[in-house]
């Protein structure tokens, strides 16, 4: 519009001229009214709003800027409804038979008003400059991110004049009502003033729009069911809340643990961590009471609002169950089979071990291991999902076998004995008398006799003398010599263990045992 204004100034002053300033001037006053119906409108819209919602701190705040923002502009335009009527008086008036301005074409007396003495610039221009720019800086300090255009601008704001030799070393009084004929000047006033109403449109709009805007709309809602545990034993109760939840889905919120971001999907937060008692100590009933710290945020017009939580948790120290046949102690150099479980983390529980003075040989299924201590007391230690335990067991020796000696499958009757010419075979065997070390460590309760002495005596002599390292044997060479009164002695010197990996080792405190068979 201002360019349009500019053009018709470079034109001829004639009274068509004259007309169209005039109609251009009407024009733009009609529109300043039903701009300023608007606004009214849109203010009187944020009141009614305000009331409905409560008149809450926040709407009433921006209540207050509309108003100021509509006293800004009451205060400009009629300020320049005042300058427009002293220039329309300056310069003749009206006249009163047709109502037209008796000084249309004067620009004299304009720029005399306007511009003031040439080179002084203290015309009435210079002050509308600055209550202008006054009023530009106050609308733009009413809300965040408002950046209200400049509205009195030099010549060099421009494109259209910044090369232009006439123009574009005028400041913002001279590019307006330098040699501008009244009625041109009038229809630069009303353009400026309509900026000015713009100004307050923009200003009005976006604080209306923030009205309510701090409220969050929850516009999801869902079905929510919190258990007290998803485990439930048999014959107990199962005990849960149900209720309804909302979310916003125009909101996104921000969430942390503890000051730790926390994955967000949906408007719900996944919370997921590993319990540890800590520093806090089990009670008795071996309970630490323990707590996380949460908050949510979210933006809203008037900044973050952030909301906290303290959410409180007990941790329950796992019991560590262990299960085998020889549970108040493992035997040494044995595979003792142990089932070690933590029934508290149920499906979760996924072990590691490790031994101390023994092996430990972990099975097939979870918690399954093999643990051969090498001395006492052994130690091993189960962790899984963060938690771990040191276990203690004693460890004691094995079960020392009794030796016997067999002939033609009976044991031998070492106060009888046997008529000559005696047994023509003999056994001997290591057999486990420890009833529960032979049941629940059958691979480790394996003796074999590896070094034998037969020998036929006679009064104080040797006879003859038979050597085995087996447990079989064929003693016919010492029986063809055997005669009423002598005896058969039989020295047991070395037994040997072997172990559920086939390994053999040599068993202490035996000694040397010693067996006679008299021959009758």
């Given at each position: 519009?201002?360019l ?5 100034l470079a ?10 300033f ?10 300043i ?12 819209g ?6 409905e ?8 705040s ?6 100021q923002?509509q006293?800004?502009?009451v205060d ?20 009163k038979?047709?109502g ?8 004299d007396?304009v ?11 203290n ?9 202008l720019?006054?009023?530009v800086d ?11 255009e ?8 421009y494109?259209?004049?910044r090369e ?12 307006n009502?330098?040699?501008t004929?009244?009625?041109?000047a009038?229809?630069?006033m ?13 200003v ?24 007290e545990?998803k ?6 109760k199962?005990?849960?809340t149900?209720?309804l ?17 926390v994955?967000v ?5 996944q919370?997921e961590f ?7 100590e089990?009670d ?11 908050s ?9 609002t952030?909301l ?18 020889a ?19 149920g ?28 001395r006492g ?12 335990e ?5 460890v004691k ?6 030796v016997r ?18 047994p ?8 486990v008398?420890d ?9 480790d ?7 034998w ?10 006879i ?14 010492l ?19 072997m ?22």
């Amino acid at each position: 519009m201002y360019l349009v204004l500019t053009a018709l100034l470079a034109l001829q002053v004639s009274n068509a001229v004259l007309e169209k300033f005039i109609f251009i001037d009407q024009s733009l006053q009609h529109a300043i009214t039903i701009a300023g119906g608007s606004n009214e409108r849109t203010f009187e819209g944020i009141k009614k709003k305000v009331e409905e919602q409560g008149n809450r701190e926040f709407d009433v705040s921006v209540l207050k800027k509309a108003e100021q923002a509509q006293k800004l502009t009451v205060d400009i335009t009629s300020y320049m409804d005042k300058l427009r009527e002293e220039l329309i008086q300056y310069t003749g008036g009206v006249d009163k038979k047709d109502g037209s301005y008796i000084g249309a074409k004067d620009y004299d007396k304009v720029m005399a008003l306007m511009l003031g003495p040439e080179g002084q610039k203290n015309g009435k221009a210079y002050e509308l400059e600055k209550k202008l720019n006054e009023y530009v800086d106050a609308m733009s300090k009413l809300d965040t991110g408002l950046n209200i255009e400049k509205i009195a601008k030099p010549a060099t704001a421009y494109k259209e004049f910044r090369e232009n030799e006439d123009q574009k070393n005028k400041d913002f009084a001279q590019l307006n009502f330098d040699q501008t004929p009244l009625v041109a000047a009038l229809a630069v006033m009303s353009q400026i003033k309509s900026e000015a109403v713009r100004a307050e449109t923009t200003v009005i709009e976006r604080l209306a729009a923030k009205i309510g805007a701090d409220q969050i709309k929850f516009d999801k809602i869902m079905a929510v069911v919190s258990p007290e545990s998803k485990y439930i034993a048999a014959g107990t109760k199962y005990i849960a809340t149900m209720f309804l939840a909302a979310s916003a889905s125009k909101v996104t919120p921000r969430m942390s643990k503890d000051g730790s971001p926390v994955k967000v999907e949906n408007g719900i937060g996944q919370i997921e961590f590993t319990a540890n008692a800590g520093q806090a100590e089990y009670d008795a009933a071996g309970n630490a009471k323990k707590s996380w710290n949460g908050s949510i945020s979210i933006s809203t017009p008037r900044g973050d609002t952030t909301l906290t939580v303290k959410t409180e948790y007990v941790v329950v120290k796992p019991v560590v169950k262990v299960e085998s046949g020889a549970i108040s102690a493992l035997y040494l150099n044995c595979g003792n089979e142990l089932n070690i479980t933590i029934p508290a983390l149920g499906t979760l529980y996924d072990p590691s071990f490790a031994g101390e003075n023994a092996e430990v040989i972990k099975g097939a299924k979870k918690g399954l291991v093999t643990v051969v201590p090498s001395r006492g007391p052994a130690f091993i230690t189960v962790s899984s999902t963060g938690y771990s335990e040191k276990l203690q067991f004693k460890v004691k020796a094995v079960p020392l076998p009794a030796v016997r000696i067999y002939s033609g499958g009976k044991e031998v009757n070492q106060k009888d004995g046997y008529p000559a010419p005696g047994p023509r075979s003999l056994q001997v065997k290591a057999e486990v008398t420890d009833e529960s070390f032979k049941n629940n460590l059958p691979k480790d309760a394996r003796f074999r006799v590896t070094e034998w002495v037969v020998t036929l005596a006679r009064g104080k002599r040797a006879i003859g003398e038979q050597k085995f390292s087996g447990p079989e044997a064929n003693i016919s060479n010492l029986a063809a010599q055997a005669q009423s009164g002598d005896r058969l002695v039989i020295e047991v010197k070395e037994v040997k263990r072997m172990n559920f990996k086939d390994q053999t080792e040599s068993v202490n405190g035996l000694g040397t045992q010693i067996f006679t068979i008299p021959i009758q």
